[in-house]
């Protein structure tokens, strides 16, 4: 099943944070961020593991609830750079080679 | 580090042609290759996961006689889509797992094909 991203888009100004959840109704091993920028492929942003998470790097950063098979990107002070789309990508389980399963996107707009 | 490269980037083919895209990972042997599909304005969805020397595993509804993929070898898979027609216009996509961290998909820059 494919997980639910919210918002389906946003709008900031630069130096304002945002919030991108995501959440499945299936029990999840891992979830994974990406960010796409139009005509491009998707770039890596983080990947959170089962046992409950969260990461960051810059003024990105990530958190897991494994209970509530749920994880949120935490995007601070935005600047230009973040605009795109952002995926999550969901993993159920140990033997599922990987397998990521791709939310619709959070196209992500920030303005001067 | 972790860099996937994919050939061609664009490619602009007639109906009931057949287009091969190569999918390689440059700088690490890829574990495992994966094949997305992406139309407009809408999410990947994943095509088929491959390991090298053995069959693709297909997605439900992906035909595989259409979607050829073969991985032949830790740093290359190809997809050959054949007798391609103007509704299998997309941007496809491979990403790799492998080197020094086995979770994360590694995407390559996607090839957009377009049929005539």
């Known amino acids: 099943q494919q997980p639910v991203q919210s918002p389906q888009a946003v709008i900031l100004r630069e130096g304002e944070d945002a919030v991108i959840n995501c959440s499945s109704s299936k029990a999840l091993y891992s979830v994974h961020w990406y960010r796409q920028k139009h005509g491009e492929a998707p770039v890596f942003l983080m990947i959170?593991?089962?046992?409950?998470e969260q990461k960051g790097h810059d003024k990105i950063s990530a958190s897991f609830n494994e209970k509530k098979q749920q994880s949120s990107l935490y995007l601070t002070a935005s600047q230009l750079s973040y605009s795109g789309t952002y995926f999550c990508?969901?993993?159920?389980?140990?033997?599922?080679?990987?397998?990521?399963?791709f939310g619709k996107g959070t196209k992500l707009s920030v303005k001067p | 580090g972790a860099v996937v490269s994919q050939h061609p980037s664009w490619v602009i083919c007639k109906s009931g042609t057949s287009v091969k895209i190569e999918c390689r990972s440059l700088?690490?042997?890829?574990?495992?290759m994966f094949w997305y599909r992406q139309f407009p304005k809408q999410s990947l969805m994943l095509m088929a996961t491959s390991n090298e020397g053995s069959k693709a595993t297909y997605e439900q509804g992906v035909e595989k006689d259409k979607f050829l993929i073969n991985h032949a070898s830790l740093t290359l898979s190809t997809l050959t889509v054949t007798s391609a027609h103007p509704e299998d216009s997309s941007f496809y996509i491979c990403?790799?797992?492998?080197?020094?961290?086995?979770?994360?998909?590694?995407f390559g820059p996607g090839t957009r094909l377009l049929v005539l």
């Open positions: 700088d690490f042997q890829a574990t495992t």
């Open positions: 959170l593991l089962k046992g409950g």
């Open positions: 990508g969901t993993e159920s389980g140990v033997g599922s080679q990987g397998n990521l399963i």
């Open positions: 990403s790799a797992t492998g080197g020094t961290s086995l979770d994360t998909q590694y």
